[in-house]
């Protein structure tokens, strides 16, 4: 269960650097890195999860809160200090139908929230992964 959540927030990080790939080049490496982030967090909470792995796992999800926030931190400053005297922006890139950005918060947001539960969530989900199937009947 807990390696599913960090596979998830992997992929919602790779999704993100595809469409940052097509609308705004510049921020590509970023996802990269948080699709990198979110396989190692995925690695380290497969059972047991304990000692160093429970480390690495809450490691993971707590450098990429950092990074949630600092990018939280700039979307403000530059709303608040740039907006107004920026030239008009450029055609907004939509992909299906949705504009870029939203993947991006999405691929951002929606990843430290599942690699926040997969690292800090309760230990009883690895009990859920840890069990097997009986035989009924015979």
């Known amino acids: ?33 948080l699709t990198f982030v979110g396989a190692v967090e995925a690695a380290a909470a497969r059972p047991p999860f304990k000692g160093w792995r429970r480390f690495v796992a809450r490691g993971a999800a707590l450098f990429w809160l950092l ?29 299906l139908g949705v504009p870029a950005t939203v993947y991006h918060l999405i691929g951002l947001y929606g990843g430290v929230a599942l690699v926040m539960a997969s690292a800090f969530g309760p230990d009883r989900w690895g009990k859920l992964s840890q069990r097997r199937p009986t035989a009924s009947g015979s």
Request: aromatic share 10%; hydrophobic share 60%; charged share 5%.
């Open 1 to 33: 269960m807990r390696s599913m959540l960090g596979l998830g927030a992997s992929a919602l990080a790779a999704l993100a650097a595809v469409v940052a790939a097509a609308s705004d080049p510049y921020i590509v490496t970023f996802f990269i890195g």
């Open 67 to 95: 990074a949630a926030f600092w990018v939280g931190v700039l979307l403000l400053m530059y709303t608040a200090a740039c907006a107004c005297s920026s030239p008009e922006p450029g055609p907004t890139v939509l992909i």
